[in-house]
């Protein structure tokens, strides 16, 4: 892609307003905090006090709309704990230029290292440097530096109290994210009526193991509606893929088919019902065609073989689906041992450990993350010098909108930055004529200022351009009240916004960390995570009596986040303007086709994993001993850039499929496994 191109479509992105669900009543209650905060300086300090103290509440309310499956009260209090910190600490630097240059360029590399933990706390990290380049440019003493940080710290308090007060859809998160796991599903039982090999994207089951980790407590007191339809989801999917799939399921025509097709459409209505009722907490609503459908017929078509077994399968798992969220629930009734078994969510403490590994493991030359947060450094450093260098009046408002844009990929750094200005020209212009026309007084301009706030909130996953425009706003009516005349505050507000977004965009030009050239690396971690998952499911055939479903389990879940690393890998290099290097997005779009295939096959040979005390198959254990070995070198080869070569493994199968073993399914899904192997062989020829 070209720089042209690139540039045209980042704008296109940031300036785009998407239609979401609007909550009002989260906005409102966000909005209530921060009036809190405002109201009481207001009538206990003074209006300079109001400004400085509005930016805890109003930084916590914003974390707390952020996607995290963290309680909203532990992210409100993470917030206004490091604005406080970082508040504290500017002030007592600010008055010597070295030492606070020093601890801007310190604070903001940790802020900028902090994408590694996660999104979240990466955005935590962003806020924390805004916030010190804002509140030290007023002046005041040790014992004002703690007030102000005490009363940035009572903001995140004042969230995180009416988060726990006054609760919105507890356990919504958890159920919304359950239901789309559900219609998901549905939707992939209805596409396989029309593609028996239709893909389907495991990140709505992803999400929604994520979103079942909970403290002990938690699952306690988790409704009776989120204990088992997840799990019953995850099986729910091969047993799909198989009854739908024409080498191990129905045939392609035919009455089994029209069989296969009738029980893939009562499955998806079955499916879409169980999910409506965990979002809304409302009984099962079946229709009576579904229901008939489930049951097994008399006379007409009947399915054989590995299909026979998949739909008695299906019909079983749709009614525990139905059983277990239809079930009403029972504060007094006593839990179950498999209603206590759940994913232990790690406690604060216990999550150090893991963000001090996460930020070792990014602590490298080749890391995006490590080279974000030396360009955020440096910009923000640039930045603030530049300001003081030129004596704006406002000046670090242009560090402050490099930071706020810089993300640690091309594309939504320039995005931001085009919405970021395009925003902020909205904004202002509106409140600056709003002031001009109405000269409000500090009331006023503070209820002005809460209005923006709410409509941020409401407004917030609509679009970055449509955010920036209501935070400007804010801000304008917010330094209104602190007396600032809004003349000089729009004009600076417009030029140092445009300088900000400038020198965050030629950070990026000119110490870039592209994604396409890795992307050999990101296929290569696929493969053999998909690798490992066929061998664990075929160690299952060969060894049935030792098989532990744990370990097959484990593997999936490694293909998964895998394949999750290669499609955010994959979306990045497609937006970025360089030269493929290597790998063209032609060849990679194909191998990840492969791939996907590759892990629908697997799936299918799990959904017939024969019991324990079935008898083993020594051609199952023959070919994972070729296929082991020869994915170690396909591995090597891919991130050469060599040829691949799957013969030992198609040796082996054939020698399986002519010994005549009565296991018919694995046999058949290792042919489409060497298929598909030959296929990324094809899909990525050698390098010149």
Request: glycine letters at 8%; a positive charge; one cysteine or more.
């Amino acid at each position: 892609m070209t720089w042209s191109r690139a540039l045209k479509e980042a704008a296109r992105s940031g300036l785009t307003i998407e239609r979401a669900k609007l909550t009002p009543v989260i906005a409102v209650r966000g909005t209530a905090g921060v009036a809190l905060v405002i109201g009481l300086c207001l009538w206990l300090g003074s209006p300079a006090l109001a400004v400085s103290s509005a930016f805890g509440a109003f930084s916590a309310g914003i974390v707390t709309f952020q996607r995290s499956m963290r309680p909203r009260p532990v992210l409100a209090l993470a917030v206004a704990g490091a604005l406080a910190v970082s508040t504290f600490l500017g002030y007592l630097a600010a008055a010597h230029l070295l030492a606070f240059v020093l601890l801007l360029t310190g604070w903001t590399f940790v802020a900028g290292m902090a994408w590694a933990i996660g999104p979240v706390s990466g955005l935590i990290g962003t806020q924390t440097v805004a916030i010190m380049l804002i509140t030290v440019t007023l002046p005041t003493s040790v014992l004002g530096a703690l007030e102000h940080a005490a009363l940035i710290a009572f903001g995140g308090l004042v969230q995180a109290v009416l988060i726990v007060v006054f609760p919105v859809r507890p356990w919504g998160i958890q159920r919304d994210a359950l239901a789309d796991a559900l219609a998901a599903e549905a939707d992939y039982a209805r596409r396989l009526r029309h593609d028996p090999v239709a893909p389907f994207d495991p990140a709505p089951l992803m999400d929604a193991r994520l979103a079942s980790t909970m403290t002990a407590r938690q699952a306690r007191r988790r409704p009776v509606q989120l204990h088992g339809p997840r799990g019953l989801a995850e099986r729910v999917r091969p047993v799909l893929a198989s009854l739908a799939d024409p080498v191990v399921g129905a045939p392609l025509e035919g009455p089994e088919r029209d069989r296969a097709r009738e029980l893939l459409g009562a499955a998806a209505t079955v499916l879409d019902a169980v999910a409506h009722a965990v979002r809304h907490d409302r009984p099962v609503r079946l229709p009576p065609e579904a229901m008939a459908a489930l049951e097994v017929p008399a006379t007409g078509p009947m399915l054989t073989g590995p299909g026979r077994r998949a739909a008695y399968r299906l019909i079983s798992l749709l009614a525990d689906a139905v059983e277990l969220t239809d079930e009403p629930v029972e504060a007094t009734r006593p839990t179950t041992a498999a209603e206590r078994g759940h994913l232990l969510r790690p406690s604060v403490p216990r999550l150090v450990p893991v963000a001090l590994r996460a930020l070792r493991r990014e602590a490298r030359w080749s890391s995006h993350t490590f080279r974000h947060a030396l360009r955020v450094t440096a910009v923000a450093d640039a930045g603030y010098l530049l300001a003081h260098a030129l004596h704006f009046g406002h000046g670090y408002w242009a560090p402050l909108a490099s930071v706020m844009v810089m993300r640690p990929d091309f594309a939504q750094t320039y995005s931001r930055g085009v919405a970021r200005f395009a925003g902020t020209v909205v904004g202002v212009t509106l409140a600056g004529a709003l002031m001009a026309l109405a000269h409000p007084g500090v009331h006023i301009s503070a209820a002005f200022a809460l209005f923006c706030v709410f409509l941020m909130y409401l407004l917030m996953r609509t679009g970055f351009s449509v955010t920036s425009a209501c935070i400007a706003g804010y801000v304008v009516f917010l330094l209104g009240i602190a007396g600032a005349g809004w003349e000089q505050t729009v004009q600076e507000r417009l030029v140092l916004t445009l300088v900000g977004g400038v020198l965050a965009m030629l950070s990026y030009a000119l110490f870039p960390a592209w994604e396409t050239p890795r992307l050999r690396d990101r296929l290569a971690d696929w493969l053999t995570a998909n690798g490992r998952y066929a061998l664990a499911v075929l160690d299952g055939y060969a060894r049935p009596a030792e098989c532990r479903p744990r370990q097959v389990r484990e593997a999936l879940l490694d293909a998964r986040a895998a394949r999750a690393a290669w499609e955010v890998s994959e979306a990045r290099a497609e937006k970025e303007p360089v030269r493929h290097r290597g790998l063209s997005l032609h060849a990679a779009h194909s191998a990840s086709t492969v791939l996907a295939t590759m892990g629908r096959v697997t799936m299918i040979m799990e959904a017939h994993l024969p019991g324990r005390e079935a008898q083993p198959t020594p051609g199952a254990a023959a070919f994972a001993d070729a296929l082991r070995p020869a994915l170690d070198r396909a591995d090597r080869a891919l991130r050469d850039g060599t040829r691949l070569d799957w013969s030992a493994p198609r040796a082996a199968w054939e020698r399986w499929h002519g010994e005549g073993e009565p296991a018919g399914v694995a046999v058949r899904a290792g042919e489409l496994l060497l298929d598909a192997l030959d296929d990324l062989a094809e899909a990525l020829p050698p390098d010149p």
